[in-house]
């Protein structure tokens, strides 16, 4: 049993400064090409580093405005890391397969897992569709012959399920960032006992851990001291 590691990319440029920000949210919306003096996918790029030189495999999860450059795409061959979608445009089976898609021309390999973008509380850009409807992309991934469903609950107590298909899906990971975690049912200590003895995903999103200095200190200690896979 094991940590499973997941990263949402979810920014092109990060939060931070505006002019990061705005690129961000234009990438998102209209268009911005990949400019790496810009800081494109730079914690993304920080964070694999780091996955590398312990050895550590993750579950990567992209945009389609997130989709990584050459020294990225580096990074994520030498770790051996798994790609999935971050799926935006959850209006119909249609949206969804023409996202995958689009990560499959850029990787030149299929895609076998997917996650939301979004909890269904905020509409996060002009192609984001905001509902979650969890049920919904179990069975669009299993149509697609996808392996791996990574769901957005809060509860990582709730386990693992296998529905059949070779799809696995766990509907729920231990947030990282303690904005969307309940700190005092669910603290890092706890996530430190029960990692030895069953399978629990832990989510993080580059540019808010390389924003605070704990979360860094928190994903180093943990990726070291817990053993991890990968869903393949």
Known sequence: MALIIRIDVDRPYGKQPL??????RLS???YFPRVAEFGYLAELGCMLNWLNGEGVRAHVFFRRC???????LGLLEAGRHEIGLHLENSRSLETFLKEKRILERHFQKPVLSVSKHGSGVGKFGFHHYPPYEPE??????????MHL??????D???VPESTGGGLTVFPAAFW????????KTYPVDWLLEQAPSRDIVLL????????????????????????????S
Not at 19 to 24: D, F, G, I, Q, Y
Not at 149 to 154: A, I, R, T, V
């Open 66 to 72: 997130t989709l990584p450059s050459e020294p990225i």
């Open 149 to 154: 469903f990574l769901g957005n609950l809060q």
């Open 28 to 30: 998102s919306d209209l």
């Open 204 to 231: 993080v999103h580059p540019e808010n851990v390389l924003a605070d200095s704990s979360l860094v200190a928190d994903f180093r200690m943990l990726i070291r001291k817990l053993e991890s896979r990968v869903c």
């Open 156 to 158: 990582p107590s709730l």
């Open 176 to 183: 990282l960032e303690p904005y969307w975690r309940d700190t």
């Open 19 to 24: 002019l990061r920000h705005v690129l961000s």
């Open 136 to 145: 919904k992309y179990v069975s669009w991934a299993r149509r697609a012959s």
